[in-house]
């Protein structure tokens, strides 16, 4: 399984081939709890890099996702209509939000990996 | 999310507890308080409604407000700043009620109990301050306020509640709803009210700022009993259709608006000298331009604070109070609409991020009430 890459807004991003998956990381399902409702893009929408295109509510607390690189969308995560608790659950896997097609390779690389994604939490904490 | 002066925030006498139990530490009111432990916001709210739940609200503002010649004095001097009827409250009862301003808004909502030779006030920790100096303010010769800022403040609430501190102190299962007494509690003094702002059964308990922790350290031990923080009291009375000081009622907001008309005595409504009678006069007689209603989104979306409220795309009114009710498994929301659009079942569009939500008004509470009787 490809390397996650992680934003400064807490999204992941994993490439495997030519599609990226997206979700929220475990730091920032912490600090929402428990999640009650998402709002997802649609599939076949051109997005950019940093644009916001999803929101994700707990029950205290309503929260923007953004596109950690540019892309087409062309999935998002069906199941968490119905159980949105899977981001808790599951943050980097079941709990995932949305694939890009079309993405630059380059442009994920160039993303935080894990080590440079936990000492950034440790410079926010 | 930090606020200005994050640096020094107050603390309450249970803030070391907070922090052993895994809390997470949010400023509130000018103070840091846990806005919920490790098991969360969801588990906390529905642990309060199904067992136990023991909340620490020390921040709020409480004193005494004594008269030389009696509580018939002090519950006269309080008449001069809110429309609820002190001079009519028994002792060892409790009344919810409003001060209000001279031009009918809301100063503040706060509970006020008669201890037989005092009054004992409970007021909102964002407005401690000002209450205190507008009371001073209108007090007459003889009467005296005395904050109590060496108390703590905890309520206990839920269905298992009151079974479980009557093992400490029996006698507090006799107490009726709206009832308080003093009552030794595993050697604590403490003053004990049947009630409290989550729609449960429970008891809300000031004891001295130095027996806190010690005494709720005992409380938790309970079975039961676990610690709940200020998200789950937040879903908790937004489910049982409460007012938050600030959010859904202000210095703006009339207590007829507010539909909190049933604080008002009756026999204030005949002498109307209190402050603001014009106006609630003016509205009970010729109706209020807008209310305060019970909101139910559809599908499974929350709409919060500040979201416009339209009918048919035109605006006609803001929810203050909005999000997730765990016990109804759905959004809800209050908020104030133009009267014409406050009955019940009447469709509603919520402007959440620049798309229309259906929603409708709804009854309030949520979730019934279920206080003891």
């Known amino acids: 399984m490809a390397d996650l890459r992680f934003t400064k807004d807490h999204e992941w991003i994993r490439l495997e081939g030519d599609v990226a998956t997206v979700g929220i990381t475990d730091h920032a399902q912490t600090a929402l709890g428990d999640v009650v409702f998402v709002d997802l893009p649609e599939a076949g929408r051109e997005v950019s890099a940093g644009e916001a295109i999803a929101v994700v509510e707990s029950v205290k607390a309503a929260s923007d996702v953004y596109a950690p690189v540019a892309g087409r969308i062309v999935e998002s995560n069906a199941a968490l209509a119905e159980n949105p608790a899977l981001i808790n659950s599951s943050p980097t896997g079941e709990g995932w939000f949305f694939r890009l097609q079309g993405v630059d390779a380059a442009a994920v690389a160039a993303l935080m990996d894990e080590a440079a994604y936990a000492a950034f939490l440790e410079t926010v904490a | ?147 109590l800022p060496d108390r703590a403040l905890l309520a206990l609430q839920g269905p298992q509640a009151v079974a479980a501190i009557a093992t400490l102190a029996p006698g507090i299962a006799a107490l009726p709803f709206m009832g308080i007494g003093t009552f030794d509690i595993a050697g604590t003094p403490a003053i004990v009210s049947r009630s409290g702002y989550t729609g449960e059964d429970g008891v809300e308990m000031s004891v001295p700022a130095d027996r806190a922790e010690s005494f709720a350290r005992a409380l938790l031990a309970l079975a039961g009993v676990a610690p709940a923080g200020l998200g789950a009291r937040d879903s908790l009375r937004l489910e049982a259709g409460l007012c938050l000081y600030g959010n859904d009622i202000d210095e703006t907001t009339s207590p007829v608006e507010a539909n909190l008309v049933w604080t008002i005595g009756k026999r204030r409504r005949t002498e109307w000298n209190f402050p603001g009678a014009e106006r609630v006069r003016e509205e009970l007689d010729g109706g209020a331009k807008r209310l305060r209603v019970g909101i139910r989104p559809e599908g499974r979306q929350p709409a919060r604070a500040h979201t416009e409220v339209q009918a048919g795309g035109t605006p006609i009114g803001e929810v203050t109070s909005g999000g997730f009710g765990p016990s109804v498994n759905g959004p809800v929301a209050m908020g104030y609409v133009a009267r014409e659009h406050a009955a019940d079942g009447t469709p509603l569009e919520l402007m959440v991020r620049g798309k229309p939500i259906p929603a409708r008004v709804a009854p309030l509470p949520f979730t019934p009430h279920r206080y003891a009787r």
């Not at chain 2, 028994?90 to 109990?113: C, E, H, N, S, W």
């Open chain 2, 1 to 147: 999310m930090a606020e200005p002066g994050g640096e020094s925030l107050l603390e309450t006498p249970l803030a070391a507890l907070h922090r052993g139990l895994g809390g997470r530490m949010v400023p509130f009111a000018g103070y840091a308080m846990p806005v919920q432990y490790p098991a969360g916001i969801m588990a906390e709210h529905l642990h309060c409604r199904s067992a136990a739940a023991l909340f620490d609200v020390s921040h709020m503002g409480q004193a005494e407000l004594v008269g030389a010649g009696g509580t018939a004095d002090a519950a006269k001097a309080l008449e001069l700043l809110t429309p609820a009827d002190v001079q009519g409250l028994k002792p060892g009862r409790q009344r919810y009620g409003l001060l209000t301003t001279m031009a009918g808004g809301i100063f503040d909502d706060f509970m006020v109990a008669n201890l037989g030779d005092r009054l004992f006030l409970v007021v909102n920790a964002s407005r401690k301050a000002e209450d205190f100096a507008l009371i001073e303010a209108a007090l007459p010769a003889g009467v005296a306020l005395r904050p």
